[in-house]
């Protein structure tokens, strides 16, 4: 995927944004708003933090409210058409996870930050991934990587629908290459990569019927079931081996189980400190 045509990737851009943007908030408010899980302080004076995979940088303008004025945030995508132009406190720049980070850019953070992009690595690997992150973490400093579990054993409200899109995720992954369990893999890959203190924190994300608020349930769905065509087309561009039924009206199934029954999806938040 080049870094600089927006027609190289698959979603129209405005659309992906929308649907970024409504996918944030609703995970914010199974969070009550919390991005940060390593033990660090927000209102430390001139914190640096990297946000990789930011997109238009919806979560960096959260987070700005949470740390002091004089935080410096900085935004990375490898789609440059997402980034916005850079603002008071937060800087964006092209980044490809598949690269070495620039020099400017090396041990410079105390906090590196990536949400439901390590996908995005897969010409690499998870490996490689984490070994270019932890490069940008300054001594001390946090790495931090939250990404959904596709693991649905002992998970409530699993109906067919849910399990189907699970399955087609999953099978993208390892299409991909990445493998659908390589999030369950990445506190040996943070351990590899030199850091410490490696945790993982599971966080349920409850959707639709499940958050008992007709407005909230519509933006927790919607993000998903508008990227299902999409889905489908890339597993099957890449030969997934799923049984036809999963795609048949999955859309259209998917929608109307987390209407009438909800749905309940899963991350791991895996962090880890880089020795001072």
């Given at each position: 995927?080049?870094?600089?045509?927006?027609?190289?990737?698959?979603?129209?851009?405005?659309?992906e944004v929308e649907r970024l943007?409504?996918?944030?908030?609703?995970?914010?408010?199974?969070?009550?708003?919390?991005?940060?899980?390593?033990?660090?302080?927000?209102?430390?004076?001139?914190?640096?933090?990297?946000?990789?995979?930011?997109?238009?940088?919806?979560?960096?303008?959260?987070?700005?409210?949470?740390?002091?004025?004089?935080?410096?945030?900085?935004?990375?995508?490898?789609?440059?058409?997402?980034?916005?132009?850079?603002?008071?406190?937060?800087?964006?720049?092209?980044?490809?996870?598949?690269?070495?980070?620039?020099?400017?850019?090396?041990?410079?953070?105390?906090?590196?930050?990536?949400?439901?992009?390590?996908?995005?690595?897969a010409k690499v690997g998870y490996?490689?991934?984490?070994?270019?992150?932890?490069?940008?973490?300054?001594?001390?400093?946090?790495?931090?990587?939250?990404?959904?579990?596709?693991?649905?054993?002992?998970?409530?409200?699993?109906?067919?629908?849910?399990?189907?899109?699970?399955?087609?995720?999953?099978?993208?992954?390892?299409?991909?290459?990445?493998?659908?369990?390589?999030?369950?893999?990445?506190?040996?890959?943070?351990?590899?990569?030199?850091?410490?203190?490696?945790?993982?924190?599971?966080?349920?994300?409850?959707?639709?019927?499940?958050?008992?608020?007709?407005?909230?349930?519509?933006?927790?769905?919607?993000?998903?079931?508008?990227?299902?065509?999409?889905?489908?087309?890339?597993?099957?561009?890449?030969?997934?081996?799923?049984?036809?039924?999963?795609?048949?009206?999955?859309?259209?199934?998917?929608?109307?189980?987390?209407?009438?029954?909800?749905?309940?999806?899963?991350?791991?938040?895996?962090?880890?400190?880089?020795?001072?």
């Amino acid at each position: 995927m080049s870094t600089k045509n927006k027609a190289d990737y698959p979603w129209e851009i405005t659309r992906e944004v929308e649907r970024l943007q409504k996918q944030h908030a609703w995970v914010q408010r199974c969070l009550d708003n919390k991005i940060v899980f390593a033990p660090m302080t927000l209102d430390k004076e001139g914190l640096k933090i990297l946000d990789v995979g930011c997109a238009d940088g919806v979560l960096l303008r959260d987070l700005k409210k949470q740390v002091s004025p004089s935080a410096q945030l900085v935004g990375a995508d490898i789609v440059e058409a997402f980034l916005p132009a850079s603002e008071e406190g937060i800087r964006f720049e092209v980044y490809d996870l598949c690269e070495l980070p620039r020099d400017e850019l090396v041990g410079a953070f105390d906090l590196t930050h990536v949400r439901y992009s390590i996908l995005g690595a897969a010409k690499v690997g998870y490996q490689k991934a984490v070994d270019h992150l932890a490069s940008t973490v300054a001594p001390g400093g946090w790495l931090q990587v939250h990404e959904l579990d596709f693991d649905l054993t002992d998970r409530p409200n699993v109906g067919p629908a849910w399990r189907d899109v699970s399955n087609l995720i999953a099978a993208m992954f390892d299409g991909m290459g990445m493998g659908s369990d390589c999030i369950r893999k990445l506190p040996g890959a943070f351990e590899a990569a030199g850091l410490d203190n490696v945790t993982v924190h599971s966080v349920d994300l409850p959707m639709g019927k499940l958050l008992g608020d007709d407005e909230a349930a519509e933006l927790s769905w919607q993000p998903f079931v508008i990227t299902i065509p999409s889905l489908i087309e890339g597993a099957k561009a890449l030969g997934v081996k799923l049984p036809d039924s999963t795609y048949e009206n999955l859309a259209e199934r998917f929608e109307k189980e987390v209407k009438e029954e909800g749905a309940m999806f899963r991350a791991l938040v895996t962090i880890g400190q880089k020795p001072a």
